[in-house]
């Protein structure tokens, strides 16, 4: 199941950008040749997330083309 691999390499590249700040939401755009089963991610990123600033956040997907797998955009949650 590579998409374990995959997850973690989200979490680690979102966390570093969120410096510290609490993630609420990530998108991803994946292509129907990227060869990655949704389902799997989910469950993965919620486990991998566990202990993270990215804890709880919710994890979507947006359609791309050909084998497109990126991290679209991610929300920081407010400043106190």
């Not at 973690?8 to 129907?32: C, D, F, Q, W, Y």
């Not at 060869?35 to 919620?46: G, N, P, Q, T």
Request: hydrophobic share 50%.
């Amino acid at each position: 199941m590579h998409e374990l691999g995959l997850t973690r390499n989200v979490v680690s590249i979102v966390a570093e950008h969120a410096g510290g700040r609490k993630v609420r939401r990530v998108r991803l755009a994946i292509g129907p040749l990227a060869c990655v089963e949704r389902r799997a991610l989910s469950f993965c990123f919620d486990l991998v997330a566990e202990g993270t600033v990215l804890a709880g956040a919710s994890l979507e997907f947006l359609e791309a083309e050909g084998d497109t797998f990126l991290i679209k955009d991610y929300e920081l949650e407010e400043a106190a």
